[in-house]
């Protein structure tokens, strides 16, 4: 099976701008994640997706930070404008069910470099 | 609210020594706990979870990890290091109860960077 696809794998933005992420995830899987890896540090989620709707999101500066699930299926997540403390690696993860039970699936992720 | 803690941020080990990583985690119900590695600039890979089965879990690479409730840990061993090992493993838990506010959460620790010499 194909696994979980993100783009761009790098991106390097000045503080102040803009940037979006692409995930799409592997077929069939009903639950999305976002999540946010600073160096040094395991994942933080930012936002959990049940199909198109909003699972958790309690983690997310929604101040900057948007995503969506449109159709439950690929998603974006957008930072705007950009602060230094973004820069980290963005990790998107599908899974059967949002139990737990079932295991994630990471992507290789987006490694985001704010100057 | 759950937790998990990494024993150890750097652990280094001759080829062929036994590898022991240490994760005790905190929750207030009964957790699904599990290891994942990761390569450099990869995401991270399942190697076991534990789900309320048996309490010694077999995972893939030779890895293994042993649920002591009393203890709340879950720590990861492998009889013999082998090079390819080297990376970074995370410890997480999530909630088992459906409905429960970390259901499907999965909450990492800080990562232990396994360092494998020859």
């Known amino acids: 099976e194909a696994g979980v696809a993100q783009s761009p794998r790098y991106k390097i933005i000045e503080k102040r701008q803009s940037v979006a992420f692409w995930c799409n995830p592997i077929s069939g899987h009903a639950t999305l994640y976002w999540y946010q890896q600073i160096l040094g540090q395991g994942p933080k989620l930012l936002i959990q997706f049940q199909n198109n709707g909003v699972v958790d999101d309690s983690q997310l500066p929604k101040d900057r930070f948007s995503a969506e699930r449109l159709k439950g299926v690929d998603s974006t997540l957008k930072i705007q404008p950009a602060k230094l403390e973004d820069s980290a690696m963005y990790l998107c993860a599908s899974s059967l069910d949002p139990g737990g039970f079932s295991p994630l699936h990471f992507g290789n992720g987006t490694r985001l470099t704010v100057t | 609210a759950q937790s998990v803690t990494q024993l150890g941020s750097h652990v280094s080990v001759s080829e062929g020594a036994l590898v022991l990583l240490r994760c005790n985690y905190s929750?207030?119900?009964?957790?699904?706990l599990f290891w994942y590695v990761q390569y450099p600039n990869q995401g991270l890979q399942l190697l076991l979870k534990y789900t309320s089965a048996a309490t010694l879990v077999k995972g893939i690479n030779g890895f293994e990890a042993e649920f002591k409730k009393s203890e709340t840990s879950f720590h990861l061993t492998k009889p013999s290091a082998h090079m390819s090992d080297a990376a970074e493993y995370f410890c997480?838990?999530?909630?088992?109860?459906?409905?429960?506010?970390?259901?499907?959460?999965?909450?990492f620790g800080q990562g232990t960077i396994l360092t494998v010499h020859p």
């Open positions: 997480a838990v999530s909630d088992s109860l459906a409905g429960g506010t970390s259901y499907g959460k999965l909450t």
């Open positions: 929750s207030s119900v009964p957790p699904y």
